[in-house]
């Protein structure tokens, strides 16, 4: 088996001006060179050689590098200026007919918000990695993580123009991630390695650096929400007006010329890059839980599609429902405590499932405890919601603490409340909500990828920090 790795830039867009082959005289044992257009690589017959192989090689490129994203700081201007595609949701469905305006209310009691995610990144705790290998027979066969082998297959015989008789995609367990990061595109990599080295199994394994600059991200999000109480306290109205990118530019082939695949966009004769389209299906992309499920005489949804992309973005967990559930919970404890009115009766008062109202009643039992802690620095907040609006019911609870010096946040305990019908497997309905509020607490506390006008700047843990174990709540489920 030989040993891989890809020699890329600083930034996602950067160009490779220059570099000088002779550093790799140091190795101490041979490493070839690939070079096809913008995909540099090493390939060696041991792993060592070609790590130590690649950082020689990449100190001695030359970049250049444009300067035309907004920066993090000036994302949110950046898209609000944006063109984009309106629509109304009616039913989970984005509609063609015109986006009804902003009324004026005259409800004695309004909350008006924004929310925002940034562009979040998989940040999967192994590197992407594939191994391709082509037969004395013309079979090319790629061992991949990838979420989805047949359609990877399917792009992977459209650039390198390879019959897909004689191509063949296996998975093989790697770092998840609940979505794309850089899995799909370690595939292309080996296999235009594995073409040159017929009979070799070529095993291509991506950096940290690598994983960081060039995964799809997770989509920046701006969600604006209106609200109006009535005389009675009651919820009058309602309006969520959805910003964002399409969340999803998964490995297919494509019947326009282009590619979704990294390496396709760097080759001598490149392919262009993909750009998706606005995702209205039910329940897709932006508008995913995007309308409340509470009882709300009069509510509009709109989602507001930015075709033209600052940074790559795929699907990343859940894709919208993260941020617009956070949105709406959010208002919703606005308007509670406008209507001067504990948090769970509010949502209960308001919500006629009879299954959503029982799990929001059991998650009350259980936190009765735990809500009557009143330290200083201490407090406790609820969210519910069905995923896409008609699966799992679940309200979640968490007492927390705030260091009043440092702002940190601390969660001390979680509260899980699930109705997902019959249960096959208890345990991994567990594992399943617990380690999704693990991320979606990791999500919301920590994570933001960083980016100046050339590109993405978090590169390592350091610059783009997740939840660590010891600040991971007590989860009660």
């Known amino acids: ?157 459209q650039v390198l123009q390879w019959p897909l008789a004689k191509l063949r995609g296996i998975h093989a367990e790697g770092p998840g991630c609940y979505g794309q990061n850089g899995a799909d595109d370690a595939a292309l990599d080996a296999c235009l390695l594995a073409i040159r080295y017929p009979d070799r199994p070529v095993r291509m394994l991506w950096t940290r650096e690598d994983e960081y600059i060039h995964e799809p991200y997770g989509t920046a999000m701006l969600m604006d929400v209106s609200a109006a109480l009535d005389a009675k306290g009651d919820l009058a109205t309602w309006r969520q007006e959805i910003r964002g990118y399409t969340h999803s530019s998964r490995p297919h082939a494509t ?39 509470y009882r709300i005489p009069e509510q509009v949804t709109v989602v507001q599609y930015l075709p033209e992309q600052l940074l790559r973005i795929s699907a990343m967990r859940s894709l919208g429902a993260f941020p617009n559930i956070f949105a709406i919970e959010a208002m919703m404890d606005e308007l509670a405590a406008l209507a001067d009115e504990d948090p769970f009766a ?76 019959q249960i096959v497997n208890p345990d991994g309905l567990s594992a399943q909500l617990e380690v999704g509020l693990n991320q979606a607490a990791s999500w919301t506390l920590h994570e933001e990828v960083a980016f100046d006008r050339q590109g993405v700047t978090s590169k390592d843990w350091d610059t783009y920090p997740i939840m660590r174990l010891p600040a991971a709540p007590q989860i009660h489920t």
Not at 1 to 30: C, I, Q, W
Not at 88 to 95: C, E, F, H, K, S
């Open 255 to 293: 019947d326009d010329g282009t590619s979704t695949l990294l390496a396709a966009w760097q080759l001598e004769d490149p392919w262009p890059r993909h750009q998706p389209a606005a995702r209205v299906g039910r329940q897709m992309g932006l508008h995913r839980n995007g309308t409340p499920q």
């Open 1 to 157: 088996m030989l040993h891989a790795r890809v020699v890329r830039g600083p930034y996602a867009d950067a160009k490779r001006t220059g570099y000088d082959p002779s550093v790799l005289k140091a190795l101490p044992e041979p490493a070839d060179i690939v070079e096809d257009g913008q995909f540099l690589a090493v390939v060696s017959q041991r792993e060592d050689n070609a790590h130590a192989a690649l950082h020689l090689l990449s100190e001695s490129c030359t970049w250049e590098t444009p300067d035309t994203l907004p920066g993090a700081e000036h994302l949110q201007t950046a898209m609000d200026q944006a063109q984009s595609q309106d629509f109304q949701v009616v039913d989970g469905v984005p509609i063609a007919d015109p986006v009804p305006p902003q009324e004026e209310w005259t409800h004695p009691l309004q909350a008006r918000e924004r929310f925002v995610r940034p562009y979040q990144m998989h940040a999967s705790l192994g590197t992407s990695c594939a191994i391709a290998h082509l037969d004395d027979g013309g079979q090319l066969t790629v061992w991949s993580h990838s979420q989805g082998v047949f359609a990877l297959g399917d792009a992977l015989a």
């Open 346 to 421: 509010f949502r209960l008062r308001h919500l006629d499932d009879a299954r959503g109202r029982a799990v929001i009643q059991l998650l009350a039992e259980k936190m009765a405890a735990a809500r009557a802690h009143a330290a200083p620095g201490w407090g406790w907040g609820i969210s519910y919601a069905r995923y896409k609006d008609q699966q799992t019911y679940a309200a979640i609870g968490v007492t927390l603490s705030v260091d009043v010096k440092t702002g940190a946040v601390q969660l001390q305990e979680a509260f899980i409340a699930a109705d997902a019908g």
